[in-house]
């Protein structure tokens, strides 16, 4: 008898301790062992979870909010510079269904719970909070937990980075010095916001960006690149835009996360209506169950994912360009592609002084 309570106990200690482990680990350290030549000190005292989050919506001038995941690092409380990933790919996501395993790993592993994670490398995270960087996250237009439309390298994507950037610049906790990285189509978001000639974008780093749109992916040689094009916009911006969760294209797609807590607990992931895996037509319901079980009165979040329903997507873009400049129509305003690929808008960015960082 005395073993089995001997053992009872001991097991229950071990319990104990590897959950006050993993409650308090803040994830994977990042280890960084260059030659000394390549010796970085930014990456000797970098910490995890250094820093606090925010969710909020950043109102542009024609009333289109557009959703923005805020880290502040909370090193310091004086204003700091900022990075800024601008994307049409859901910048802030949910996993839907989680299980408590995989939760647990999760925390193991990069210090996060989830099922909430931002598209950017826990590590890079962390590097860059624990130098002293914030760190802004926003969804385009028609995007992600954005309200409004938009298509193909829309021009409004050009203004809204402006008037990002200003947003931000504006905020207490920047000192109005903003840089951009990403890669792909952020990429070109990074282009298209140096193109503004903003005071307070100070530098970009792109990443595997093409330089002309129209030449190297609507129709290379003119000839149209029926089968990129679809599964691009099949797999890629209509899953997202419509904030499905699938996993059956190549690239998995998660619902973004909510901007408004409409029921007021406290916690955003759960205004995601239950959805089913791979379910197309998802949102096409008329009522909707919620994993709390309680009911809401109004989803500003199935709102705003039905109103992205009238985009333009891209195959369809893509489709009706049959020349590098011809006119299209973006919800009727004229619209040249050519306009809008980074070998025209590199011009504007000549007349400044924003150095580039270009990979890929």
């Known amino acids: 008898m005395k073993f089995l309570k001997r053992t009872i106990l001991i097991v229950l200690l071990l319990l104990v301790t590897a959950t006050l482990f993993i409650v308090y680990t803040g994830g994977e350290k990042l280890t960084f062992n260059p030659d000394p030549l390549f010796a970085y000190k930014a990456f000797d005292n970098v910490e995890n979870g250094q820093y606090k989050k925010q969710r909020t919506y950043i109102t542009m001038a024609d009333g289109t909010n557009i959703a923005a995941t805020i880290l502040l690092p909370t090193n310091t409380t004086d204003p700091v510079p900022v990075i800024l990933a601008y994307s049409p790919y859901t910048t802030s996501l949910a996993v839907p269904e989680m299980p408590w395993y995989k939760r647990i790993a999760s925390k193991y592993l990069i210090g996060k719970w989830g099922p909430v994670y931002e598209k950017m490398s826990i590590k890079t995270i962390n590097t860059l909070t624990s130098n002293g960087y914030a760190i802004v996250f926003a969804d385009m237009r028609g995007t ?7 298509g193909t390298m829309d021009p409004m994507f050009i203004q809204d980075a402006k008037e990002i950037l200003e947003w931000i610049a504006n905020q207490s906790w920047s000192d109005k010095k903003i840089g951009m990285k990403g890669q792909s189509y952020q990429g070109w978001s990074q282009f298209a916001a140096a193109s503004t000639q903003s005071p307070y974008l100070k530098c970009i780093a792109p990443e595997m960006i093409f330089y002309n749109l129209y030449e190297e992916a609507v129709r290379p040689g003119g000839i149209y690149a029926q089968k990129w094009n679809t599964f691009y916009s099949e797999g890629t911006i209509e899953l997202n835009n419509r904030n499905l969760w699938n996993t059956s294209f190549s690239i998995p797609s998660y619902p973004s996360e909510p901007v408004i807590d409409e029921d007021g607990d406290g916690i955003l992931y759960d205004e995601i209506p239950v959805i ?15 994993a709390d079980g309680n009911k809401r009165k109004e989803s500003p979040y199935i709102a705003l994912t039905k109103e992205h329903e009238n985009n333009l997507w891209p195959k369809d873009i893509a489709y009706k360009a049959r020349f590098c400049d011809d006119t299209l129509i973006y919800f009727g305003k004229k619209v040249n592609l050519a306009d809008n690929s980074v070998d025209f808008l590199i011009q504007k960015l000549k007349e400044t002084k924003i150095p580039v960082l270009l990979s890929g």
């Open 276 to 290: 089913a895996l791979n379910d197309m037509h998802a949102y096409d319901k008329k009522e909707f169950r919620y």
């Open 144 to 150: 992600g937990s954005s309200t409004g439309n938009s």
